[in-house]
Antibody, heavy 124, light 114 residues
């Protein structure tokens, strides 16, 4: 059974960089069939897609966050990571990593496996 | 960008009754070459990550009870729960993946028991 687990600091100071890692187990991040994504959810609010990466390193970002986001992959560790710089209180959210099953036009689509999420609070 | 708008924002339905949630996209998510709608529905219970319920607008993910059904095409979609159970209390989201790998979600609909 595929599992994803987010890890990283739960508290980040304003103007600093938020860094999270997603560790994938029970399957290979190097599968050609999938993308891997980061999403977030501010407390009491809806879901926001942050960005997506392919195992070869191709990345796609939400235009509203693109100037501050970097997503990278480490296939040797079966992990992918998120960096969000210049954070403010508005970046306080539960951050999720997920498998994106939309790689091909006939893939089923959607995010079909999710981590449990990690709350990151931006505060001094 | 495709904007997804759900209605209503919240909904209270009696146990055993039908619940219907609407989702409208700002442009069509129907891919003409395969006649599939690139629309997914998720269920999120408190303290849990979202769970994929339906993809291709109407195909249930494995293990999802058949009281959940999805319908619609083009720009207008519905998620219907035919007979509401207590465990269905959750927030439901629609998501378009027509512009994969760039995505957008609806704002969510909170479903409660009346």
């Amino acid at each position: 059974q595929l599992q994803l687990q987010e890890s990283g600091p739960g508290l980040v100071k304003p103007s600093e960089t938020l860094s999270l890692t997603c560790t994938v187990s029970g399957g290979s991040i190097s599968s050609s069939n999938y993308y891997w994504g980061w999403l977030r959810q501010p407390p009491g609010k809806g879901l926001e897609w942050i960005g997506t990466i392919y195992y070869s390193g191709g990345t796609y970002y939400n235009p509203s966050l693109k100037s501050r986001v970097t997503i990278s992959v480490d296939t040797s560790k079966n992990q992918f990571s998120l960096k969000l710089n210049s954070v403010t209180a508005a970046d306080t959210a539960v951050y999720y990593c997920a498998r994106d099953n939309s790689r091909y036009y006939d893939s089923i689509g959607g995010f079909d496996y999710w981590g449990q999420g990690t709350l990151v609070t931006v505060s001094s | 960008d495709i904007v997804m708008t759900q209605s209503p924002d919240s909904l209270a339905v009696s146990l055993g009754e039908r619940a219907t949630i609407n989702c409208k996209s700002s442009q069509s998510v129907l891919y003409s070459s395969n006649n599939k709608n690139y629309l997914a529905w998720y269920q999120q219970k408190p303290g849990q990550p979202p769970k994929l319920l339906i993809y291709w607008a109407s195909t249930r993910e494995s293990g999802v009870p058949d009281r959940f059904s999805g319908g619609g095409s083009g720009t207008d979609f519905t998620l219907t729960i035919s007979s509401l159970q207590a465990e269905d209390v959750a927030v439901y989201y629609c998501q378009q993946y027509y512009t994969t790998p760039s995505y957008s979600f609806g704002q969510g609909t909170k479903l409660e028991i009346k």
